[in-house]
């Protein structure tokens, strides 16, 4: 039996209450009802860039079988975990143009890492967005023993005593690294970085005071937030979430132009062509009309946000410019 490292675990343990309405929709592959001219007998693979069981995997299979529906084709949803989604990207990358490989994309591989990292693909010149797919908010917490419950009081501390208080990250150059020197740039305050492998430890050291503060995906800290052992000081977004409605925002916490939301994104090779493009669309519009869809991601903690492309590669060089910008400021090097 393989037990599943603690990170995993607690990733999988946040999208239990889903598992079994997935179960409904997909189980690895979802064949059509009658083959389409378009796609052939040959199957559509949906790769995931991450082990199953986490957001990107949970937005695959829930989108799956109504791809599989729409365009009448076996859909096979294929995980290639690693380098945080790097290698199932420049995979996807050097797949033929064809619609029969696509990939569930996510932020890392795409907006952070072309700037940290010598890539095997160009994230732009090699793809063709197709439509963004998901959306979150991360939260910013404080741990109790801060006595902090607000933005403004996190500056005004901060302010006080520059380089005295310290932020966890899941290791450098990651978002919650990145969202934190960001933070700091628009704020003017002066926090020091405390790397660790992954939420457990980190969410663990902000727990037992050792570190103050930290941006997470809220399966790690609301059960903390509930417990009132971490303090929610605001999303990590310039908009209320319906999913949080407790929460400030950024906007309403002071700092309106702090916005960094969490997303996955359906992605082709380049060159896909535009016949395919729209058909896939065509599908996807299905899908944000769907209630059980729109169910499933919510009990994810995601909402279902889709675009087209122009607006999606649009939302992703905005992010770009803004890691680059952040990164080359603060001089931040890959480990």
Avoid at 42 to 66: E, H, M, N, W, Y
Avoid at 125 to 131: E, G, N
């Amino acid at each position: 039996m393989v037990v599943p490292k603690r990170e995993e675990a607690m990733r999988i343990d946040r999208y239990l209450p889903v598992l079994a309405v997935l179960a409904a929709f997909v189980i690895g592959a979802v064949a059509p009802a009658k083959a389409n001219d378009a796609f052939g007998s040959k199957p559509i693979q949906l790769i995931v860039g991450f082990t199953p069981g986490g957001g990107s995997d949970t937005a695959a299979r829930v989108i799956a079988p109504i791809l599989a529906k729409e365009l009448r084709a076996t859909v096979i949803v294929d995980n290639k975990p690693g380098a945080a989604g790097i290698i199932a990207s420049d995979f996807v990358a050097k797949a033929k143009p064809d619609g029969h490989t696509l990939l569930v994309a996510s932020p890392g591989a795409f907006t952070i890492a072309p700037y940290l990292n010598k890539l095997p693909y160009d994230p732009v010149k090699d793809f063709t967005p197709v439509s963004q797919l998901t959306f979150y908010p991360n939260i910013m917490v404080a741990g109790a023993e801060t006595g902090i419950t607000s933005v403004s009081e996190l500056i005004a501390k901060t302010k006080a005593a520059p380089g005295k208080y310290n932020f966890a990250s899941t290791g450098v150059g990651a978002t919650p690294h990145l969202a934190f020197a960001y933070f700091s740039m628009l704020t003017g305050i002066d926090l020091n970085h405390v790397p660790y492998k992954g939420n457990p430890q980190a969410v663990a050291d902000v727990l037992g005071g050792r570190v103050e503060f930290y941006v997470a995906d809220p399966a790690a800290v609301l059960p903390h937030i509930q417990t009132g052992k971490l303090r929610a000081l605001a999303l990590s977004t310039k908009d209320k979430s319906r999913l949080f409605p407790d929460i400030p925002s950024m906007t309403e916490a002071g700092v309106p132009k702090f916005d960094v939301p969490f997303w996955h994104g359906l992605m082709a090779p380049k060159g896909l062509p535009d016949d395919i493009v729209k058909k896939l669309l065509a599908a996807l519009s299905v899908i944000g009309a769907d209630r059980e869809v729109n169910a499933a991601i919510e009990k994810a903690g995601m909402e279902l946000r889709l675009s087209n492309p122009k607006d999606f590669a649009q939302m992703m060089d905005g992010e770009r410019a803004r890691w680059k910008y952040v990164i080359e400021t603060n001089n931040i090097k890959a480990e």
